[in-house]
């Protein structure tokens, strides 16, 4: 489970986050692709630029559900159930795709 981690990185390191989990949970369980759970705040698809937020130091920034959907598809994630917790949070299952 991944809480409150990627809104703090830009695309990139994100990236690289997702790839090391996916290749760390590449060889898990039985019968059954390992899953991740995102857990985030977001912004919706309708925010501006000045309302995401921009973190200076590490470039990091609040994103839509569907950019956190594009980030985990392309770190090698199949995009499950997203469910929303309240007005900004989002869980967002994902199962490790094909190699």
Not at 54 to 60: E, L, N, P, Q
Not at 70 to 87: D, H, S, Y
Request: with cysteine; charged share 20%; proline share 5%.
């Amino acid at each position: 489970m991944l809480k409150w981690i990627l809104h703090d990185w830009g695309d990139e390191r994100c990236l690289s986050i997702l790839r090391h989990i996916r290749a760390a949970a590449a060889g898990g369980a039985v019968g059954r692709p390992p899953r991740l759970l995102v857990v985030e705040n977001f912004l919706p698809e309708s925010a501006t630029a000045r309302e995401a937020g921009m973190w200076v130091m590490y470039g990091g920034r609040d994103r839509t559900i569907a950019e956190y959907g594009e980030l985990l598809q392309a770190a090698g994630f199949v995009v499950g159930r997203t469910t929303r917790l309240g007005e900004h949070w989002v869980a967002i299952e994902a199962s490790v795709g094909p190699p």
